[in-house]
């Protein structure tokens, strides 16, 4: 079974703090997929970035950067100098190559940036 | 290229009633998937069409079921609507079948359950 967890529910920073998105996933499969995806109110998933397990580079985009840790099954999300615009519901996902490959999402983590 | 979309984007039904619901992928994507999202259950997997053929089956009853055409659209069917069943459904799609390709999601039909 896979299993994804933001345990964060929801937060609020200021306009250009930098804030830290946690993702913890569970799952019995070697190779596997990890994703972020962002919801803002309009409600359409918008695609963030797809990370694969064999490939524990950090990544950086922008003001977005990810860090992926295999050894504690984490995949946090960092935004350095959030916008008013980062407001968003932010998901973390997982996807397994056997069996299902449907996608797995966590709860979601609510991102107020107050101006 | 056009993104997903989705028809209707809100509908509104009563229990027992039956709906439809419409997605027409990006072009030349062949792999459609739905998900449920509700605020007590989050985002749930509902099923995959990959060539008109279902693929994969999330945990839900026989009365969600849905389809794939030869030109990729698809739709998905709810009968006997029960409370419940109010959710934002969100339909995705993506190149292929494969686990590695990121599924690109439409804008989801806001259905409402009287």
């Known amino acids: 079974a896979q299993k994804v967890t933001q345990a964060q529910t929801e937060i609020s920073v200021v306009e250009k703090e930098d804030v830290t998105l946690d993702c913890v996933y569970e799952?019995?499969?070697?190779?596997?997929?990890l994703f972020w995806y962002k919801q803002p109110p309009s409600g359409e998933l918008v695609f963030l970035i797809r990370?694969?397990?064999?490939?524990?580079q950090n990544e950086i985009s922008g003001r977005y950067s990810w860090n992926f840790q295999k050894s504690t099954s984490s995949f946090n999300f960092t935004i350095t100098a959030s916008q008013v615009v980062d407001s968003a519901v932010y998901f973390c996902?997982?996807?397994?190559?056997?069996?299902?490959?449907?996608?797995?999402f966590g709860s979601g983590t609510r991102l107020q940036v107050q101006p | 290229k056009a993104g997903v979309t989705q028809t209707p984007r809100y509908l509104i039904k009563t229990r027992g009633q039956q709906v439809t619901l419409s997605c027409s992928p990006i072009?030349?994507?062949?792999?459609v998937s739905w998900y449920q999202q509700t605020p007590g259950q989050g985002l749930q997997f509902l099923f995959e069409?990959?060539?008109?053929?279902?693929?994969n089956k999330g945990n839900f009853p026989g009365r969600f079921s849905g389809r794939q055409f030869s030109n990729s659209r698809s739709e998905m069917n709810v009968s006997t609507l029960e409370l419940g069943d109010s959710a934002l459904y969100l339909c995705?799609?993506?190149?292929?079948?494969?686990?590695?390709?990121?599924?690109?999601f439409g804008p989801g039909t806001r259905l409402t359950v009287l």
């Open positions: 995705a799609s993506s190149p292929g079948a494969s686990s590695n390709n990121e599924q690109f």
């Open positions: 799952t019995r499969d070697t190779t596997y997929y």
């Open positions: 990370r694969n397990s064999f490939d524990e």
């Open positions: 069409y990959f060539s008109e053929t279902q693929r």
């Open positions: 072009s030349g994507h062949r792999s």
């Open positions: 996902a997982l996807s397994a190559v056997t069996g299902r490959r449907a996608l797995t």
